[in-house]
C-alpha cells in the first residue's frame, strides 16, 4: 500500500518567516494529494490540495508544489502568523479510491 | 448545522469494560470511517463504509466492532477496554464527485481514556 513520510517532525519559526513542510510517498499510481490542519484539541481540516496535473497551487498564503518525478510534495507557508502554530498532515491517495494514506504529522510552532 | 458529530466527547472508563461511540453526518455522503489518532497525533485508519458496506478494514483487534445502520451513521463498540486503546478517535465523511474531490470531513473527536 502507500506509504507517505513527512519530516520534519517539528518546525519552529519566527512570526513573519516562511514554513516548509516536506512529504514523500511511494506509489507512483498516487494523483490526490491533500493537506490537513489540526489545531490544538481540534479536528483535522483541510487547507489545500493538489491533484497530479498540476505543479503547484496557491490559496493567499500557502501553496503546495508536487513533484511527480521524485514523488514528494511540500506545502510552503509564507509570513507566518501564531494562528499557524498546528500540526500539519499530508496525505496520497488515488481519486476513486476512498483510502487516504496519512504522514505521520509535522508539529509546527510560530514563535511571535 | 455540525456537518459530523461525535458523541460523547469524552469518555472515561475502566479496563475490561465495554464502551459505544457514535457518529453521525448531515452532509449527505456515502462514506465514513474511523480514525484513531495516538498521544504522537499518527492518524490511522481503522474501518470505511460505502452506503452501509465494509470497504476498508485495517489490522484492528476484533474487539472493535463497526455497526453501519444507515449511510448517515456509523457507530464504533469496543469491547474489553485496554490500556492501550486510550487516544482520540475520529469519525470522518467524504463524497465522490464534490469539487473537493476525496476531502475527509472530520467529526469532532472522542477522547477515550482507559484507567
Known amino acids: 500500500g502507500e506509504n507517505v513520510e513527512q519530516h520534519p517532525s517539528t518546525l519552529s519559526v519566527q512570526e513573519g518567516d516562511s514554513a516548509v513542510i516536506k512529504c514523500t510517498y511511494s506509489?507512483?499510481?498516487?494523483?490526490?494529494f491533500p493537506w490537513y490542519k489540526q489545531e490544538l484539541g481540534k479536528r483535522p481540516q483541510l487547507i489545500i490540495d493538489i491533484r497530479s496535473n498540476v505543479g503547484e497551487k496557491k490559496d493567499q498564503r500557502i501553496a503546495v508544489t508536487l513533484n511527480k518525478t521524485a514523488k514528494h510534495f511540500s506545502l510552503h507557508i509564507t509570513e507566518t502568523q501564531p494562528e499557524d502554530s498546528a500540526v500539519y498532515f499530508c496525505a496520497a491517495s488515488i481519486e476513486g479510491n476512498n483510502r487516504l494514506a496519512f504522514g505521520k504529522g509535522n508539529q509546527v510552532v510560530v514563535i511571535p | 448545522d455540525t456537518a459530523v458529530s461525535q458523541t460523547p466527547k469524552y469518555l472515561v472508563t475502566q479496563m475490561g469494560n465495554d464502551k459505544s461511540i457514535k457518529c453521525e453526518q448531515n452532509?449527505?455522503?456515502?462514506?465514513m470511517y474511523w480514525y484513531k489518532q495516538d498521544s504522537k497525533k499518527f492518524l490511522k485508519i481503522m474501518f470505511s463504509y460505502n452506503n452501509k458496506e465494509l470497504i476498508i478494514n485495517e489490522t484492528v483487534p476484533n474487539r472493535f466492532s463497526p455497526k453501519s445502520p444507515d449511510k448517515a451513521h456509523l457507530n464504533l463498540h469496543i469491547n474489553s477496554l485496554e490500556l492501550g486503546d486510550s487516544a482520540v478517535y475520529f469519525c470522518?465523511?467524504?463524497?465522490?464527485?464534490?469539487?473537493?474531490?476525496?476531502?475527509?470531513?472530520f467529526g469532532p473527536g472522542t477522547r477515550l481514556t482507559v484507567l
Open positions: 452532509l449527505g455522503h456515502d462514506t
Open positions: 506509489d507512483s499510481a498516487s494523483n490526490y
Open positions: 470522518a465523511s467524504s463524497q465522490e464527485g464534490l469539487s473537493r474531490y476525496n476531502e475527509q470531513f
